[in-house]
């Protein structure tokens, strides 16, 4: 009697089957996993440069803002955070607005399909945040918070809350996003 080797076509049906099933079952929590982790990612990226923004006030001895931009050269965003961000250092000693002398760095805002940035405090918006060079945020009159949102509704929000005064980061609840 000869030995058989490979797989009859039933076989291989059933095993197609059984995949499709298995895939079918598993995709849409994964996609649960990509909108979790492009929310995370975008918190991430402002507390990057947040810290950042601190970090360059206390190496240079000089006040470091980081504002919102539309175009990634001004402060310019018309306080939309959604449009991305930019580090620069301020010489501007009034507190109220930014006076750019020295662009550091750019950061890019997230994918505007994939994640909504909202923020404020219990006043008003956020229009920039200014440290000194003693790594204290001159800035913020009461604590604020970015929120991180995923414009179907469907994802956890993520968000992140600037204690007034030090600048002191702390990530907040899915109710301190504010989602719309």
Not at 48 to 71: F, H, M, P, W
Not at 148 to 174: K, Y
């Amino acid at each position: 009697m000869r030995r058989q080797f490979g797989l009859t076509l039933i076989e291989l049906m059933v095993t197609v089957a059984i995949l499709v099933i298995l895939v079918t079952v598993a995709l849409p929590s994964f996609q649960s996993v990509i909108t979790s982790n492009r929310l995370a990612d975008a918190r991430d990226s402002m507390l990057s440069a947040i810290q950042y923004t601190k970090g360059e006030a206390v190496a240079r001895n000089r006040a470091v803002s980081l504002c919102s931009s539309t175009d990634g050269a001004t402060c310019a965003g018309a306080n939309d955070w959604g449009d991305g961000w930019i580090v620069v250092t301020d010489n501007n000693a009034t507190g109220t607005t930014v006076s750019i002398d020295e662009l550091l760095r750019v950061f890019q805002a997230p994918d505007t399909a994939n994640v909504t940035v909202t923020h404020g405090g219990a006043s008003n918006a956020i229009p920039h945040i200014r440290f000194l060079p003693t790594g204290i945020a001159d800035s913020l009159n009461e604590q604020k918070y970015f929120g991180f949102c995923d414009p179907s509704g469907n994802g956890q929000a993520r968000s992140l809350i600037v204690s007034v005064t030090t600048g002191a980061l702390s990530t907040g609840t899915e109710a301190d996003a504010n989602c719309p």
